[in-house]
């Protein structure tokens, strides 16, 4: 991930990363993702491989949670792997 760096906010470009949940050591329940443990102001990563192989994800600048609508700041975007960084 490390193509991911310059496109996060400054402000976290030095700040260490932690592994809250993986499917491998998790599961695959959305409400244990939702329960992963992270502050609520904690901004969050999420990567996603597909059964093709594809790689993708969002970067969040809150944590993960259920809402019944859209939620996050202009920080947020949206990525794909797929051939090269698409952001």
Known sequence: ??????QLPPRLT?????LLYST?????SLRTLYRS???PDSPA???IRDTEAQAFGAFLASAI???SGFY?????????????LKV
């Not at 991930?1 to 310059?6: D, I, K, M, R, T």
């Open 1 to 6: 991930c490390a193509q991911l760096g310059p």
């Open 14 to 18: 030095q700040q260490p990363w932690h």
């Open 24 to 28: 491998g050591r998790d599961g695959f």
């Open 37 to 39: 443990g992270a502050r």
């Open 45 to 47: 990563l999420l990567l």
């Open 65 to 67: 949670r259920s809402s």
């Open 72 to 84: 996050g700041t202009g920080e947020t975007f949206l990525f794909s792997f797929c051939p090269e």
